[in-house]
């Protein structure tokens, strides 16, 4: 199966999905396309995804993919080794709990569309939007802290000893948080699963640094 992953190396939400592709094993073409520039909003692009945004994941037979969560879940369904989820329902349920918490709950808030809207709309200036996203961080991290630091059911990472979908939004929203120098002194369980995941290979890998349009 050949792949083509339409990506930004900055967005967090293509960051989850390379995390996900390669702890699956798969190799895909990457297409860099530069959010900042707007690029995204190319006629070109528009007919592959009409929304305007990546990731967008393009299979072989021109089956386009779009939204990061719903191509993760595609990912565990159409090539199940090594899993995303665990194997039992609540465990599933705990892991998507946790994923969206951070993909649902601060992302939306947090992405480049809405920080330019912040600036361009109300006058925000940077120190403005860097007060706006780290609220929304620190509203979510801290009961994500508490229910990571007091399960039984956390391990090494964010659901036993393999990581998984919750980790790979873990890992991109904290790469996200770097560019805004947000502090995880007070979230020890959150940095310790982040720490645990920057010495796999997979993530690394996926990381904005590690992508071919990085600067």
Same mark, same amino acid.
């Given at each position: 199966?050949?792949?083509?992953?339409?990506?930004?190396?900055?967005?967090?939400?293509?960051?989850?999905?390379?995390? *996900?592709? @390669?702890?699956? #094993? !798969?190799?895909?073409?990457? +297409?860099?396309? /530069?959010?900042?520039?707007?690029? =995204?909003?190319? &006629?070109?692009?528009? *007919?592959? @995804?009409?929304? #305007? !945004?990546?990731?967008?994941? +393009?299979?072989? /037979?021109?089956?386009?993919?779009? =939204?990061?969560? &719903?191509?993760?879940?595609?990912?565990?369904?159409?090539?199940?080794?090594?899993?995303?989820?665990?194997? /039992?329902?609540?465990?599933?349920?705990?892991?998507? &709990?946790?994923?969206?918490?951070?993909?649902?709950?601060?992302?939306?808030?947090?992405?480049?569309?809405?920080?330019?809207?912040?600036?361009?709309?109300?006058? &925000?200036?940077?120190?403005?939007?860097?007060?706006?996203?780290?609220?929304?961080?620190?509203?979510?991290?801290?009961?994500?802290?508490?229910?990571?630091?007091?399960?039984?059911?956390?391990?090494?990472?964010?659901?036993?000893?393999?990581?998984?979908?919750?980790?790979?939004?873990?890992?991109?929203?904290?790469?996200?948080?770097?560019?805004?120098?947000?502090?995880?002194?007070?979230?020890?369980?959150?940095?310790?699963?982040?720490?645990?995941?920057?010495?796999?290979?997979?993530?690394?890998?996926?990381?904005?640094?590690?992508?071919?349009?990085?600067?």
């Amino acid at each position: 199966m050949t792949l083509t992953l339409h990506s930004y190396f900055r967005s967090s939400a293509s960051a989850r999905l390379r995390a *996900a592709l @390669n702890l699956k #094993g !798969l190799s895909y073409d990457y +297409v860099a396309h /530069d959010l900042v520039a707007g690029h =995204q909003r190319a &006629a070109d692009y528009l *007919a592959i @995804n009409p929304r #305007g !945004l990546v990731p967008a994941l +393009v299979l072989d /037979d021109g089956t386009v993919l779009v =939204q990061s969560l &719903a191509i993760m879940e595609w990912l565990d369904e159409t090539h199940p080794e090594p899993p995303l989820f665990p194997a /039992d329902v609540n465990g599933r349920a705990r892991v998507r &709990a946790l994923g969206h918490m951070l993909a649902v709950d601060i992302h939306p808030l947090n992405n480049s569309g809405v920080l330019r809207y912040l600036g361009d709309e109300f006058g &925000a200036d940077e120190a403005a939007k860097k007060r706006w996203f780290t609220h929304w961080v620190a509203t979510n991290f801290g009961p994500l802290e508490r229910m990571l630091a007091e399960s039984p059911e956390t391990g090494t990472f964010c659901h036993g000893e393999t990581p998984g979908f919750a980790d790979c939004c873990l890992y991109a929203q904290i790469w996200r948080n770097r560019f805004v120098e947000f502090d995880l002194a007070p979230y020890p369980t959150i940095a310790r699963i982040y720490e645990a995941l920057d010495a796999l290979p997979a993530f690394v890998d996926s990381a904005p640094p590690s992508q071919p349009d990085a600067r």
